[in-house]
């Protein structure tokens, strides 16, 4: 009865063999996913000792090569020059490569190679958490570059702010080695323990007990 | 300058691997900023990978959007690579 009604009225018709309440719940998760806010980035998405990296900058900067140092290293690839960035419920970003180009790069003089064919399945994943955002710029004299890390930048990406760090690029930078730097002193900030700022207390302390003692010393005499 | 105009791919096969080089190489010596718009997705023209992603097929519109001081020039060479089929016309 219901197929003849709405094959005369043309609506949609959908029939479904689970339950009303796992159907419904499904649906739900499927339209939250479908409707959920996301935006395309110029980049290149890799996996760095499990956090989730997206490298930018100009074209011809070198970032698919890094990408490339990183991926025979053993770390992942998700998504080369194009990545589809949504934002999920709970304002945390995942990033995953469009479905034709996955797993694809192309290098300056070799052109397009397939790397899930090249070193196997496992350096490669279909999406990834997006944590941080680092940015690779030519080399400026003139700009300067953070020296300490004790301020945290951030870039804003749907309205969710992301860990940003510049990373100037020149001959004799080991890039790769840098990113893995970055992605662990990533990993250890969220642990809790930040390199700089505990530095920077373990040194006022110092200052501190040198000024006292100086207190005491003027005392005495 | 920005410069926003509308082309239209002609070639029989779409903006396969071949035009889409094509495209990069001819914007290698430009200076502007180069976006392609198709089907609400906007992707950087000077990334080979992205213009590929884009699938574009024959008879599909494109919206090329140019920023810099060689808009112009740019948007003029860009129009005939795509007016010329990327010199795959017979």
């Given at each position: 009865m219901q197929e003849g009604f709405c094959e005369k009225n043309k609506i949609p018709l959908f029939k479904a063999h689970s339950t009303a309440t796992n159907l419904l719940s499904r649906i739900t998760f499927l339209l939250l996913e479908e409707f959920c806010l996301s935006i395309t980035l110029h980049g290149t998405l890799v996996e760095v000792f499990g956090v989730g990296v997206l490298i930018q900058g100009e074209s011809s900067v070198g970032k698919s090569e890094a990408a490339l140092g990183l991926i025979e290293r053993g770390h992942r690839l998700i998504s080369d020059d194009v990545v589809r960035v949504k934002k999920k419920e709970g304002s945390y970003l995942v990033g995953s490569g469009p479905e034709l180009t996955r797993h694809l790069m192309e290098i300056r003089g070799i052109g397009?190679?397939?790397?899930?064919?090249?070193?196997?399945?496992?350096?490669?994943?279909?999406?990834?958490?997006?944590?941080?955002?680092?940015?690779?710029?030519?080399?400026?004299?003139?700009?300067?570059?953070?020296?300490?890390?004790?301020?945290?930048?951030?870039?804003?990406?749907?309205?969710?702010?992301?860990?940003?760090?510049?990373?100037?690029?020149?001959?004799?930078?080991?890039?790769?080695?840098?990113?893995?730097?970055?992605?662990?002193?990533h990993r250890l900030k969220d642990m809790g323990y930040n390199s700089a700022k505990e530095f920077n207390a373990k040194l006022l302390e110092v200052i501190a007990r040198r000024q006292k003692k100086r207190v005491v010393h003027e005392a005495r005499s | 300058m920005k410069l926003v105009r509308k082309v239209k791919v002609k070639n029989p096969l779409g903006l396969h691997t071949r035009p889409a080089a094509a495209i990069v190489r001819l914007l290698q010596p430009r200076k502007s900023s180069v976006f392609f718009t198709y089907k609400e997705e906007t992707i950087n023209a000077r990334s080979i990978m992205s213009i590929l992603m884009l699938a574009a097929k024959k008879n599909s519109q494109i919206v090329v959007t140019i920023e810099g001081e060689d808009a112009e020039l740019t948007m003029e060479h860009l129009v005939r690579a795509f007016d010329q089929e990327f010199g795959e016309k017979k």
């Open positions: 397009i190679i397939n790397v899930a064919h090249l070193y196997g399945a496992v350096c490669v994943r279909p999406d990834k958490g997006l944590d941080i955002v680092v940015k690779l710029e030519e080399w400026d004299d003139k700009h300067f570059y953070d020296r300490v890390g004790l301020d945290d930048k951030f870039i804003d990406v749907l309205g969710v702010s992301v860990p940003y760090h510049v990373l100037p690029v020149k001959p004799g930078r080991d890039v790769v080695l840098l990113l893995e730097t970055i992605a662990l002193n | -």
